[in-house]
T-cell receptor, first 114, second 111 residues
């Protein structure tokens, strides 16, 4: 049963520390998204890639966030330095390049920055 | 108008009730729309696609009103297991690759 895999599931860190979240999209899915979800803002698109090329990262604070896809099986989202306002659930999702619009989400990485 | 807007609820309904949610969107160029379901502390999952002619799947019916720029989701004979948050999703700029999620409408079905 193919699924998107994210690590870590939960992360508690202190302000100022670097945080790296990883995502393995479903094999064959060529579009990969990073979303952040909070109670106040809901699901916000941070960045997305198609065929590993970044298409849009306008939703991401560029001074501290960076997203990369070093290869087709790995997407990373890095926060450096982390701040308490970064506390949220970060979802990775992948999409097979079709017209179904069905995003497959990972289980999310719950980040708490103290 | 916000890109995607939903009533956050919660909608508290008894089992067997019929409940409907609306979602408004701002981009008139959008061609297709979606409803996702998210259970508490879980990831969102696709519930239904909404095309110009609407879509029905069992107890669930989704409809599109282009003139007024809203989509709706109707749940008939609601079950306890329908309790979740329902997210309205619209492509930004008409592109399938960049989906904008509403903040969701919370539904709680009571015995």
């Amino acid at each position: 049963d193919a699924r998107v895999t994210q690590t870590p599931r939960d992360k508690v860190t202190e302000m100022g520390q670097e945080v790296t979240m990883r995502c393995q999209p479903i094999l064959g899915h060529n579009t990969v998204f990073w979303y952040r979800q909070t109670m106040m803002q809901g699901l916000e698109l941070l960045a997305y890639f198609r065929n590993r090329a970044p298409l849009d990262d306008s939703g991401m604070p560029k001074d501290r966030f960076s997203a990369e896809m070093p290869d087709a099986t790995l997407a990373t989202l890095k926060i450096q330095p982390s701040e308490p306002r970064d506390s949220a659930v970060y979802f990775c999702a992948s999409l097979r390049d079709s017209n179904t619009g069905e995003l497959f989400f990972g289980e999310g990485s719950r980040l708490t920055v103290l | 108008r916000k890109e995607v807007e939903q009533d956050p609820g919660p909608f508290n309904v008894p089992e067997g009730a019929t409940v409907a949610f609306n979602c408004t969107y701002s981009n008139s160029a959008s061609q297709s729309f979606f409803w996702y379901r998210q259970d508490c502390r879980k990831e969102p999952k696709l519930l239904m696609s909404v095309y110009s002619s609407g879509n029905e799947d069992g107890r669930f019916t989704a409809q599109l009103n282009r003139a007024s720029q809203y989509i709706s989701l109707l749940i008939r004979d609601s079950k306890l297991s329908d309790s979740a948050t329902y997210l309205c999703v619209v492509p930004r700029g008409g592109s399938q690759g960049n989906l904008i999620f509403g903040k969701g409408t919370k539904l709680s079905v009571k015995p």
